[in-house]
């Protein structure tokens, strides 16, 4: 067996002293523990000891990767997590050579965010029946997307305490702590929920915000399926993504002033890069109009 140390090291780094998200923890470390068992396997390092990699290891388990279909991204992401991790077994004391320090990153070119129109929006939102337990219920997680920008997982992870409707906010804790206003129509969707739907459908003792037909809380599988029958209901023929409530909140808002800063604490953004590329993809639909309305942009 390899020495767990390291990997429980740096997934406490990862999710006390960074204060990523509880996802991007549990993608990192299962990209660590992947390899780690595929060293297990390898007969020069049959004891999955991190302490005896070398740059040529992880080339090697890299080309493995790639020849079994594995996306440019998910390597990318990979090789991030290992010199994420060899970073931080030097900070923990090994002092050998960091192996991962000369693997280049995988270059890719990252899917345009799916955006729904402000019409689209309107549309989607209008589907659930607020008079049925489960309408009633969805109604107020879509709203509550579309007004925070919040990650599905985030979504879910809400509990009832979570929400104050009085002051209208809610206080999202899957990662970085933040508190996000929510406009009035979704107060009242979680309202309505909260007398109307939730008493008939949580179990006693239940504390999350959202939960399914069993009782318990909701899952991303089941918010997943949840959102694609009401787009296909509203007729809406885009790429279904789970985050793409999140991605229109973000454009919608910028497109109607809001600041950059304040949008990535929102959106609980640890770095501006990762918000501006919503304000790069504004700047590229006005030119797109420019270049298709303006007399003289052919020439």
Not at 39 to 51: C, I, K, Y
Not at 239 to 256: G, K, Y
Request: charged share 20%; net charge neutral; with cysteine.
């Amino acid at each position: 067996m390899f020495d767990a140390t390291y990997i429980d090291n740096y997934k406490d780094y990862l999710a006390n002293q960074k204060c990523v998200s509880h996802n991007t923890v549990s993608s990192y470390i299962r990209d660590i523990t992947q390899f780690s068992e595929h060293l297990q396997n390898d007969e020069a390092n049959q004891t999955g000891n991190f302490e005896r990699v070398t740059k040529e290891d992880i080339q090697f388990y890299i080309s493995l990767l790639q020849g079994s279909g594995r996306s440019p991204a998910t390597i990318s992401r990979f090789i991030a997590s290992l010199k994420s991790f060899f970073r931080r077994m030097i900070d923990d004391g090994f002092d050998g050579p960091n192996p991962a320090a000369e693997i280049d990153t995988v270059s890719y070119v990252k899917k345009t965010p799916v955006i729904l129109s402000r019409e689209e929006v309107e549309r989607l939102l209008e589907q659930p029946g607020i008079n049925s337990i489960k309408g009633c219920r969805d109604k107020a997680m879509l709203e509550t997307l579309y007004a925070t920008g919040i990650r599905v997982s985030e979504l879910i992870s809400l509990d009832i305490s979570d929400v104050n409707l009085i002051t209208g906010l809610i206080t999202c804790r899957n990662g970085k702590d933040r508190t996000i206003p929510l406009y009035a129509t979704a107060v009242r969707a979680i309202s309505h929920y909260l007398s109307f739907s939730r008493p008939a459908m949580a179990v006693a003792g239940e504390v999350s915000l959202f939960v399914n037909t069993g009782g318990g809380r909701m899952s991303r599988q089941g918010f997943w399926k949840i959102l694609k029958s009401y787009l296909d209901n509203a007729q809406i023929n885009k790429e279904v993504t789970p985050q793409m409530l999140r991605h229109s909140f973000a454009m919608h808002l910028l497109e109607n002033g809001a600041d950059l800063h304040s949008l990535k604490e929102m959106l609980g953004h640890t770095y501006l890069a990762s918000t501006q590329v919503y304000a790069r993809m504004i700047n590229q639909n006005l030119k797109d109009v420019y270049a298709k309305a303006h007399p003289r942009a052919q020439f």
